[in-house]
Structure formats: structure tokens, C-alpha cells
């Protein structure tokens, strides 16, 4: 039986955004589209399950975590894409194993779990163990020709911005920091809008095989200064988080995620992109800008209520258009 369909890997907060994107496309014209689930998530959360079935999308069980990369084909090998939506906090070899299955299942599309940096732009040796894996990832995709792939440099999920973990906007503590610099920039999107450009750049493909997308491209400066506008009242203190200091406090504590992610975004290299290069501009498809997200989530200023009326004003309250 010929490969057909859509599988799609993993259905948390990214898995579920694509799916609903592929799910909904105006081109999908049919296709059949499948979430693989561990047995134990299918178990363990019913609810996950429920809600892939109740978008039309059947699901594939496999222990993606487990399998060899024989087994992974033989699955692959019934599809005729593979999107792979699961990487955070995953053992390391994953992303290697799961595209040396794609391409030994032999499937036309493959689109492995590279949402977020531009790895190649950050290069090799850096802080984060993961990032040189992921471009071993696309050598590999490139050491062949059999099997055509997309990857979709996204930016940093918008919510990250406002974790106090982030270190970026701590709401609680009142402090907005800059990572670096003042004016190193950082490129934000919405796993929804990750989701509807996956979906767009699968349906009608794109020239080429990376595309860069983004909600909104922000320097620390204006992001600081948007959240002193929308929220006046508050005494905000500003704090710069400079690369020497914050590498001082990683030989403290080598195996901090938050500080070895600080350190890359505070770097400058491959976080941040001009939004006119990006895929969704040059198609004219609005995404969720920072105010938006701001305007849905009056929650990001906790403490302080008060704030959440200024961005209730037409000013601050957009609409959004809706993607084709």
C-alpha cells in the first residue's frame, strides 16, 4: 500500500497547535492526518487522546522514546510526511533518531522538531548541548536527496517572554531585564501561529527548505519600554543581564537550563530576524504581535490588576485576522 497521510509526533502544546492547523487548511484537501501517542500517555491522559479524535485525526500508538530507529521506520513507512512536535526535555540522540528513521522509512516530507533558534546562525560549541545536535540533524537531511524536508525558524514560544524563570519581564519582582544588550532582539511567536505556518508552508510549499517565521521581532529596549507604557503605574526596575556575568553564574551552576538559555539569547546570534524576510509576511498572513498577546493575557502583570485596564482601550485591543 502506498505511504499517504500526515503524521504528526506528540501532541503537547506544539503537536496540538499543528494539528489543528493541518486539520482546519483550506488545501488539505482531504488528507488523513495522525498523532503518534505513548501507550502510557494514551493511558495516563484519556483527555489528550479524546481531543486528537475529536479533531478527525486518528492516532498511531508507538513509544517514540524507545523504539529503535528499525522499528520507527517501519511506522514511518505508511506516511507519506512526518512532522516531529516533541524535543523539550527529551534524552539527547532523540532528533538524530527520529530523522535517521524518516529517511530510512523513505517518507516524501520530513519536518524535524527545529522550531525555534537558527541553529546554524548560533553555530557550533555553544552552551546548549541540543543545538549542535539539531544541526547534525539537518547534515544528515542534507547528505541525501531521496527525502524533501522543511524546517521553520519560529523564535521563542511568546508565553516564555513573561516567565519569571526567563529572567526577561519578572512581573512579580517588578524588574525588566535585558539579556547582553539593550539592543540584542528576539523573535516571539505563538505556538498557534507556529502551528498555522507549519500547516500553510506543508499545503502550499515554499521555495527552499528553512523558512524563518515570527509573531513579533523585539529589542530588550522596546520590549521594556512597551511594558513601562501598558503599565504605568508600576514602578518597574530595569536590570542588564551581561554575558560575563551570566557565564560566571553557569561555572556555579552547570546544569541550569534557564541560565544556558539566557546565555543564548543574550548572545545575539540567531534569535531574533527581521519580520519582512519571514514566511508569514511575504504571504500577507497576520500573526500575534507582543500587544496582542498582551491584550489575551492581561494575566502576564500579576501583581498588579490595575494594568490590565490600559490594555483594554481599541488602542491595545486589535482585531485578528483570521488566516485564510
Not at 546565555?263 to 524576510?277: L, Q, R, T, Y
Request: proline share 5%; net charge neutral.
Amino acid at each position: 500500500m502506498a505511504a499517504s497521510g500526515i503524521l504528526v509526533i506528540g501532541a503537547g502544546e506544539l503537536g496540538s497547535a499543528v494539528l489543528e492547523a493541518l486539520v482546519s487548511h483550506p488545501q488539505r484537501r482531504g488528507a488523513k492526518i495522525s498523532v503518534m501517542l505513548r501507550p502510557e500517555s494514551i493511558k495516563n491522559k484519556p483527555e489528550t487522546a479524546a481531543a486528537v479524535r475529536a479533531l478527525g485525526a486518528d492516532i498511531e500508538p508507538c513509544d517514540f522514546q524507545d523504539q529503535s530507529v528499525e522499528a520507527l521506520a517501519k511506522v514511518f513507512a505508511r506516511y507519506h510526511t512526518v512532522v516531529v512536535c516533541v524535543g523539550f526535555g527529551m534524552p539527547d540522540g532523540t532528533q538524530l533518531r527520529l530523522a535517521r528513521a524518516a529517511l530510512a522509512a523513505g517518507v516524501a516530507k520530513f519536518v524535524p522538531w527545529q522550531f525555534g533558534c537558527d541553529y546554524e546562525a548560533i553555530g557550533r560549541g555553544s552552551v546548549m548541548k541540543l543545538f549542535d545536535e539539531q544541526l547534525d540533524v539537518r547534515d544528515l537531511l542534507r547528505q541525501q536527496d531521496k527525502t524533501d524536508w522543511l524546517i521553520a525558524s519560529t523564535g521563542l514560544f511568546t508565553s516564555f517572554l513573561f516567565l519569571p524563570s526567563f529572567g526577561v519581564v519578572d512581573a512579580p519582582a517588578g524588574v525588566l531585564r535585558a539579556l547582553g544588550s539593550w539592543d540584542n532582539r528576539i523573535t516571539l511567536t505563538m505556538p498557534r501561529d507556529v502551528g498555522r505556518m507549519t500547516a500553510e508552508a506543508l499545503f502550499v510549499p515554499p521555495a527552499g527548505n528553512i523558512v524563518h517565521i515570527a509573531g513579533d521581532t523585539m529589542s530588550y529596549k522596546q520590549i521594556a519600554d512597551m511594558m513601562e507604557e501598558l503599565c504605568p503605574s508600576r514602578a518597574w526596575r530595569r536590570e542588564l543581564w551581561d554575558l560575563e556575568a551570566l557565564h560566571k553564574r553557569l561555572e556555579s551552576s552547570p546544569d541550569d537550563i534557564n541560565l544556558k538559555y539566557q546565555i543564548m539569547f543574550g548572545a545575539g546570534k540567531g534569535v531574533g530576524w527581521d519580520k519582512e524576510s519571514t514566511l508569514n509576511v511575504q504571504r500577507g498572513l497576520e500573526m500575534t504581535n507582543v500587544r496582542q498577546y498582551i491584550a489575551e493575557h492581561p494575566g502576564v502583570f500579576q501583581r498588579s490588576p490595575t494594568c490590565t485596564k490600559t490594555l483594554l482601550t481599541p488602542a491595545y485591543l486589535p482585531s485578528l485576522r483570521s488566516v485564510r
